[in-house]
């Protein structure tokens, strides 16, 4: 059973992949990244609890509805520790918090990705519920 799960992880595209693609502006690369991110949801985060994600989302939520993108940037790194704990305690959780490590760094690198970075985490918890029980 546990090697099945580790092989249906490998699988999935990595998340930071996912969201350059989300990036990038245009119709069709936006609707092949969320097709791709749900299929990374229905493998990565399906065994994920309900409540986890909405915790998750509440510190994302919380984040975008700071007024200063410099206070906005301060929060989406703090999420990086607040994840890591989240994963020590949940293992199912693991591979997300690889993965989202990743798109931080990419959007601290590139402010302009910051409104992005919001749009595409309520996209994450809005599959999550398509597949949680």
Same mark, same amino acid.
């Given at each position: 059973?546990?090697f099945?799960?580790?092989? @249906?992880?490998q699988?999935a %595209?990595?998340?930071?992949?996912?969201?350059?693609?989300?990036?990038?502006?245009?119709?069709?690369?936006?609707?092949?990244?969320?097709?791709?991110?749900?299929k990374?949801?229905?493998?990565? /985060? @399906?065994?994920?609890p309900s409540?986890?994600?909405?915790n998750?989302?509440?510190?994302i %939520? @919380?984040?975008?509805?700071?007024?200063?993108?410099?206070? %906005? /940037?301060?929060?989406?790194?703090?999420?990086?520790?607040?994840?890591?704990?989240?994963?020590? @305690?949940?293992?199912?959780?693991?591979r997300f918090?690889r993965d989202m490590?990743e798109?931080?760094?990419?959007?601290?690198?590139d402010?302009?990705?910051?409104?992005?970075?919001?749009?595409?985490?309520?996209?994450?918890?809005?599959?999550?519920?398509k597949?949680?029980?």
């Amino acid at each position: 059973m546990r090697f099945q799960q580790e092989e @249906r992880l490998q699988a999935a %595209k990595p998340l930071h992949s996912i969201f350059e693609r989300f990036t990038k502006g245009d119709a069709v690369s936006v609707s092949d990244a969320l097709d791709e991110l749900d299929k990374y949801v229905s493998e990565v /985060l @399906r065994f994920v609890p309900s409540s986890k994600m909405r915790n998750i989302y509440a510190l994302i %939520k @919380r984040a975008s509805l700071q007024t200063n993108d410099e206070v %906005k /940037l301060k929060e989406i790194v703090y999420f990086k520790y607040k994840i890591a704990y989240m994963a020590a @305690r949940d293992s199912n959780l693991k591979r997300f918090e690889r993965d989202m490590v990743e798109v931080i760094k990419s959007v601290v690198q590139d402010k302009v990705l910051l409104d992005n970075f919001f749009t595409f985490a309520e996209a994450i918890v809005a599959f999550h519920k398509k597949y949680a029980k």
